[in-house]
């Protein structure tokens, strides 16, 4: 079983919708969770980064952690085609450690 | 320009030919890190360093080998490549911004080998 399971769709939304990414874990010792986004043929780059349980908002884009049932989510509101991209959640036991990453789900956000 | 920056981008060779993939950080960062990235594995981490002559294994270093003489520099070296190292790799080096350590990635690197 992988430590890290992210359902890799792929998942296609009309613009304007509400886009909910999700990953399951099965290490109690991660602390640090984020969300990468990836465009084709670049590399991933911070999206969210988010400690412990709780909430975490940045605009558009909301990230959730329940570490007790070790679920993490990443909501787009008002999703836009610029959101056309694949979304990576990333987990660590310290701060700056080795990340360990879900298999990436694949979005696109069509007009 | 903050950065890194890896070489080359692409890069087709045969089994057993050794090769070596640069990769460079203009940040002044501490730790740097290579993953390898296959599709319904995600990234997976290969080597990391936390500073100047300091290494350590990743989840999977098999088949790879790392120096960091310099802190701008973090070469990935495959001694002696086979077909299941095709992949895209990805150096990164980490930022600490207050509480918040970024990983930055570079632009990744295609290798096929045949």
């Known amino acids: 079983q992988k430590e890290v399971e992210q359902d890799p769709g792929p998942l296609s939304v009309p613009e304007g919708a509400i886009v909910s990414l999700n990953c399951t874990y099965s290490?109690?010792?991660?602390?640090?969770f984020m969300w990468y986004r990836q465009y084709s043929r670049k590399g991933p780059e911070l999206l969210m980064y988010?400690?412990?349980?709780g909430n975490k908002e940045d605009g558009r884009f909301t990230a959730q952690v329940d570490k007790s049932s070790k679920y993490i989510s990443l909501f787009i509101r008002d999703s836009q085609p610029s959101d056309s991209a694949t979304y990576l959640c990333?987990?660590?036991?310290?701060?700056?450690?080795?990340?360990?990453f879900g298999q990436g789900t694949i979005l696109t956000v069509h007009p | 320009e903050a950065q890194v920056t890896q070489n080359p981008r692409y890069l087709i060779t045969v089994t057993g030919k050794k090769l070596t993939v640069t990769c460079s950080q203009n940040?002044?960062?501490?730790?740097m890190s290579w993953y390898r990235q296959d599709p319904g594995l995600g990234l997976r981490q290969i080597y990391y360093?936390?500073?100047?002559?300091?290494?350590d294994k990743g989840d999977v270093p098999e088949g790879y080998k790392v120096s960091r003489k310099e802190k701008r520099n973090f070469p990935l070296i495959l001694e002696s490549p086979s077909p299941n190292q095709t992949s895209l790799y990805f150096c990164?080096?980490?930022?600490?911004?207050?509480?918040?350590?970024?990983?930055?990635f570079g632009p990744g690197t295609r290798l096929t080998v045949l």
């Open positions: 940040m002044n960062h501490e730790y």
């Open positions: 988010t400690y412990s349980s």
């Open positions: 290490n109690s010792a991660f602390q640090y």
């Open positions: 360093s936390m500073n100047v002559e300091v290494t």
């Open positions: 990164a080096s980490t930022r600490q911004a207050g509480a918040v350590y970024e990983q930055f």
């Open positions: 990333a987990m660590s036991k310290n701060s700056y450690g080795k990340l360990t």
